[in-house]
């Protein structure tokens, strides 16, 4: 007799978390606009892909400087715009990586080789390159092991393309020329700026 009442009891403890859920769902996905339409009447207005400024670490960089240009394989060019040295210690280089191809592009070959990264398609295998002081720089992590820089690239379609960013340490006040670097392509010769 106590397993029927406890099967009941779970059962509508599973019905009234269901209902909670799908009030929560229905809640968020209500627009709210109105179904506010754009300039021409007929389409909504146009919303940005790009990730809002949430501080040092978001793509932030004016698309129309190119500072350098890397083309790689099947038509992927990675276009830099800058590469600014912050007061905090680091420096972020932002960019754009565009799909000239013909098939769409997964950045699985621009990750680390480190096994603790969730997202599978980023640009955690990035390196800034001292030639002159002959040090290596790799992507900053923040203290869950993700890294500080464009993830989830995967699924690029020809035509396309993405703000990519990536924070490094920042090299000695006196190096102002390295090379930015990411697996599969030719290096880029840039300079940091303040």
């Avoid at 809002?52 to 790689?72: L, Q, R, T, W, Y």
């Avoid at 992927?76 to 420096?91: A, E, N």
């Amino acid at each position: 007799m106590s397993i029927r009442r406890t099967t009941k009891a779970a059962r509508r403890a599973v019905a009234m978390a269901s209902a909670v859920g799908l009030a929560l769902v229905v809640a968020g996905c209500g627009g709210g606009d109105g179904g506010a339409k754009g300039t021409d009447g007929d389409k909504p207005p146009a919303r940005s892909t790009a990730p809002k400024d949430s501080g040092p670490g978001s793509p932030a960089a004016d698309s129309d400087k190119v500072i350098g240009e890397m083309k790689g394989p099947d038509g992927v060019v990675v276009t830099l715009h800058s590469v600014v040295r912050d007061s905090g210690g680091f420096v972020t280089v932002n960019g754009t990586v565009s799909n000239h191809g013909n098939r769409a592009f997964n950045a699985i070959d621009w990750r680390s080789n480190e096994t603790e990264l969730r997202s599978r398609s980023s640009i955690s295998g990035a390196t800034l390159v001292d030639k002159a002081g002959k040090k290596r720089y790799l992507v900053l992590r923040d203290t869950n092991g993700e890294c500080l820089c464009t993830t989830g690239l995967s699924g690029l379609m020809p035509g396309d393309s993405r703000p990519i960013f990536a924070q490094f340490p920042a090299p000695p006040a006196k190096v102002t020329q390295v090379d930015f670097q990411l697996p599969t392509m030719p290096p880029a010769s840039v300079q940091i700026t303040d």
